[in-house]
């Protein structure tokens, strides 16, 4: 999701973290300390990037100031598993309940319907572990290219919120560079 700034009403704080524990303990710490979720932001997709901006960028600098470069809401699911654990189990969850449903529906037998089971729950694991195999390079592939580029940078949108000091602080007690308002 792109967000449009209007530099003059909508100030935020950016930091760029070094590394990914750095950048987690920061959210999650700004979270804790009452930061609702739709206030962080994180730099969008490279490809989309790209795409919206006409170009690629060399170094996080670049854009870190640019009100233009897409953006998406910080969602930590995304980074601490739970999308992984929702691949996994999902296609599980799925393929068991039709297993169930058709083989009820022709009139299979209780063992029968148990095996089935049993054996739609391994194959249908297959293919969550290959979705979550999937989420986790194409989360790794990002980490890896803004890093490369010179780190992780966090938006923390103020929108009026009293908390910029907080907010800055906590940036930089979690190793933040380039920590400022704009």
């Not at 930091?15 to 994180?42: D, P």
């Not at 980074?79 to 992984?84: F, L, N, R, V």
């Not at 979705?131 to 990002?142: N, Q």
């Amino acid at each position: 999701m792109e967000t449009a700034k209007n530099v003059e009403t909508d100030h935020e704080v950016v930091g760029v973290f070094e590394t990914e524990k750095e950048f987690l303990s920061a959210a999650n710490e700004l979270y804790q300390e009452g930061v609702t979720h739709g206030k962080l932001e994180i730099l969008a997709d490279p490809k989309i990037v790209e795409k919206k901006l006409g170009h690629d960028y060399r170094n996080v600098k670049e854009i870190e100031d640019d009100v233009n470069a897409p953006r998406t809401t910080l969602t930590l699911e995304e980074w601490d598993g739970s999308i992984k654990e929702m691949a996994v189990t999902t296609p599980i969850y799925i393929g068991v309940i039709a297993v169930v449903a058709i083989t009820a529906a022709l009139g299979m037998g209780f063992y029968i319907i148990l095996a089935a089971t049993a054996i739609s729950a391994l194959i249908f694991a297959g293919f969550g572990m290959l979705l979550a195999r999937f989420v986790d390079k194409r989360h790794s592939a990002y980490i890896k290219k803004q890093l490369d580029l010179g780190g992780l940078p966090l938006w923390v949108r103020l929108n009026g919120g009293d908390y910029k000091d907080k907010v800055l602080q906590v940036l930089k007690k979690h190793n933040a560079h380039d920590v400022h308002v704009h």
